[in-house]
């Protein structure tokens, strides 16, 4: 037996793969399927690690109709013929689910600069999935799923875990986990509308807040009228804020806010005035990110009473359909896109707004009239 008798035979049975010898070592060549992490065929080799005799031969030919075989049942896999892919596998295996979180996250940041916004995003979209993984044991598909199928179905939590693990998966390379399977049917505009208070009710607040502690009336204040998330009020451009009731938000290289640098129109103008928001008293509180400042914010108002201060950004968003300010404009200046502010602000809009509105609309001077 020989090389060419070897090859004729593989050719006539249409294996589509060939024997090739190299020094005294036989390998394989052909079109295989992709390896991991991999999306095209392509041509390769593979090595036998056997000699070029007449056993060797014999070897060779059996095992490139054995890939064959493999090839058209869909069993080839590159573990069984890569010896390097093998020992990662391996390595890999062996690894624990701690041991992977480090990686992982020394990748995340690898990829990106390291600043508090990216820790806030890190520890909020990966971290805080992570710590319901038990560290100490190996990571595993099923281990994965367990977890997920712990958080509650159709929410926006099973989601985000969904998403956090589908990722950290197929990083560790070897982890086969369907995490779109398990998200469910979660979407924003299915959430229960708030109860968000009035703009009657929103000044009270803030007066009733204001004769406690200033510091915190004025956030109140500032939140309130220009629709600000918790972090933001400690991105603000204060000194611009004094001279005019536009307020500048700085994304600075801190973090800044969430959605980067943009400008913000008082909804009222007049509580610019009224609240004195030119005459700056930022509360002094720290944190090392954005996610801290804003607890700060959440606890302080709890403190005396309000809860939800989120509430005030939502009520800015539904008063800007009020006062008739275009979407597209609104949206930006909440710093989220057109399709956001469509899907989720404008689907807790009541009757009551839509009504408003329509009466402004129709006692405008200037309104069409019917032919």
Known sequence: M??????????????????????DRLHLRGIFPPKPGETQRKQREIALHVYANPSGFKKAEAEARK????????????????????????IKTTRLTGQWIELFEKDYFNRRSRTPKSETTWRSNYLQPFTRLPHEKPLTAELLRQVILETEPDTRNRQKYCIAYEAFAKFAGVIDLNAAALKGDYNPKRLTPRDLPTDKEISEWRDLINSKNES?????????????????????????LKDSPVLSLIDDDNGGGKTGSRRVWAVYPEWWDKWRLWDVKLPSVTGKDNSALGNRVTKAFARYGFKKPYNLRHRWAVRTIEFGI???????????????????????????????????AMQRPDRPLPP
């Open 2 to 23: 020989n090389l060419k008798e070897v090859n004729a035979r593989l050719k006539a049975a249409k294996i589509g793969v060939s024997v090739e010898q190299n020094g």
């Open 326 to 360: 275009p979407v597209e404009l609104a949206a930006q200046q909440m710093g989220h896109s057109y399709q956001v502010h469509c899907n989720i602000y404008h689907y807790w809009i009541s009757d009551d707004v839509h009504q408003r509105a329509f009466d402004l």
């Open 216 to 240: 915190w009336g004025w956030a109140f204040g500032i939140m309130t009228t220009y629709g600000l998330r918790n972090h933001e009020l400690f991105h603000i451009d204060l000194e611009r």
């Open 67 to 90: 890939i064959r075989s493999q090839i058209d049942l869909n069993e080839f896999n590159w573990l069984d013929w890569d010896e390097k892919l093998r020992r990662e596998a391996e």
